[in-house]
Structure formats: structure tokens, C-alpha cells
Antibody, heavy 122, light 106 residues
Framework: QVQLVQSGAEVKKPGASMKVSCKASGYTFTAYYMHWVRQAPGQGLEWMGWINPNTGGTNYAQKFQDRVTMTRDTSISTTYMELSRLRSDDTAVYYC???????????????WGKGTSVTVSS | EIVLTQSPATLSLSPGERATLSCRASQSVSSYLAWYQQKPGQTPRLLIY???NRATGIPARFSGSGSGTDFTLTISGLEPEDFTFYYC?????????FGGGTKVEI
């Protein structure tokens, strides 16, 4: 079955960087864009950007433009999201989420990873 | 960026009743709007996309309508598992944005 398996929880100090992985299985990895979305404790959802696993092309939300990098390794069907210069308000659950369609992205998300909890604290 | 405002913040209903959730966009998003359900401690689940299309496996009691700036998610006949959080999301403009959510409670 289609599955996205994310890396485990992290605790980081302010100013550090984090890198979350998302391993896909059960479908053609390069056919679907992958989004990253975060959710702060008790808050709503915030889109961070997407990566095209086929080309490596990316599109980031302007809010994160200077701090986020999304990459992929097609040999192991895995995407990565790295966020630098962490602040306390980056404390959140980070989700990878597959785009809805394979024949051109629709920018809706139909399969989600279980999330990676990241705590930023001194 | 496009701001999505969901109302009400909390909707108190009983099982079997009809739920009507609203999502208003700060500018037109055409029909490029989705609805997600999220249960506490779980991942979001896509319910509706392009305003009115049910995602795969979503029960027929969930329906979406609207275009432009005003959208509605209707749950006709609430089941016990429907009492949770709902979010709208637009894909008309970058960045993709979500609404603040509506909690449907018993």
C-alpha cells in the first residue's frame, strides 16, 4: 500500500538545523510531487513548499525561502526537508504529503506521513 | 497571500444532524479549494478537492460547494467519528494556504 515513513522526533537548540526524511513506498516515487506541511502545537496547518522528485525542482513558501531546502534521493525513494537557523517558534510536527495526481500536480495532498515532531529549545 | 477564514470556530451538534462549515477566501480562488479532516493525534485526510469533488473512499455524506470566495463543507447526518477538526486549503495562488480550522463537537 502507499506509505510515507518519516524519520523520528528531534530536539534542537535555537540556531541549529534540522533535516527530516520521508521514505515513500507503494507507488512510483518520481511521479508525484511531495509537499511539506507543518503544524505547531494546538495550531493549524502551514504549507512550506514542494519538491518534484523527478526533476528535483522546488517551490518554497516565501516565509521559509531563505531557511529551507528540499531534496530527494531517487535511489531510495526518499525526500528530505532541511530547515536552518531554528527558532523556538519552529517547534512543530512536520509532515510530508504526496500530491493528489501523478499526471501533473494538483497541489492538494492525499497521502500523508505520520509526522515528525521537532522541538526547538535551549 | 490568500487568507482563508473558517467559521464558525466551533460547531456544536448532535449525531445525525447536518453540519455546515464555511470557508471564505480573501480573494477569489475560483474552484481551487480543498477540505481536510484531522482527528487529534492523526494526520489530515483529504475529503474534497476542487470545491466539490470527493476524494477516493470518502463517504457520500460529505459534500462541498462554492466558488470564488465562499465555500461550504456539508456533512449530512453526523456520525460519531465525524466530530473532529476540519480545514480548508486553497491552491489558486502561492503560497498554498490553509484556513484556521473548525472544530465539530458533540
Amino acid at each position: 500500500q502507499v506509505q510515507l515513513v518519516q524519520s523520528g522526533a528531534e530536539v534542537k537548540k535555537p540556531g541549529a538545523s534540522m533535516k527530516v526524511s520521508c521514505k515513500a513506498s507503494g507507488y512510483t516515487f518520481t511521479a508525484y510531487y511531495m509537499h511539506w506541511v507543518r503544524q505547531a502545537p494546538g495550531q493549524g496547518l502551514e504549507w512550506m513548499g514542494w519538491i518534484n522528485p523527478n526533476t528535483g525542482g522546488t517551490n518554497y513558501a516565501q516565509k521559509f525561502q531563505d531557511r529551507v531546502t528540499m531534496t530527494r534521493d531517487t535511489s531510495i525513494s526518499t525526500t528530505y526537508m532541511e530547515l536552518s537557523r531554528l527558532r523556538s517558534d519552529d517547534t512543530a510536527v512536520y509532515y510530508c504529503a504526496r500530491d493528489l495526481y501523478d499526471s501533473g500536480p494538483r497541489f492538494y495532498m492525499d497521502v500523508w506521513g505520520k509526522g515528525t515532531s521537532v522541538t526547538v529549545s535551549s | 497571500e490568500i487568507v482563508l477564514t473558517q467559521s464558525p470556530a466551533t460547531l456544536s451538534l448532535s449525531p445525525g444532524e447536518r453540519a455546515t462549515l464555511s470557508c471564505r477566501a480573501s480573494q477569489s480562488v475560483s474552484s481551487y479549494l480543498a477540505w481536510y479532516q484531522q482527528k487529534p493525534g492523526q494526520t489530515p485526510r483529504l475529503l474534497i478537492y476542487d470545491a466539490s469533488n470527493r476524494a477516493t473512499g470518502i463517504p457520500a455524506r460529505f459534500s462541498g460547494s462554492g466558488s470564488g470566495t465562499d465555500f461550504t463543507l456539508t456533512i449530512s447526518g453526523l456520525e460519531p467519528e465525524d466530530f473532529t477538526f476540519y480545514y480548508c486549503q486553497q491552491r489558486s495562488n502561492w503560497p498554498l494556504t490553509f484556513g484556521g480550522g473548525t472544530k465539530v463537537e458533540i
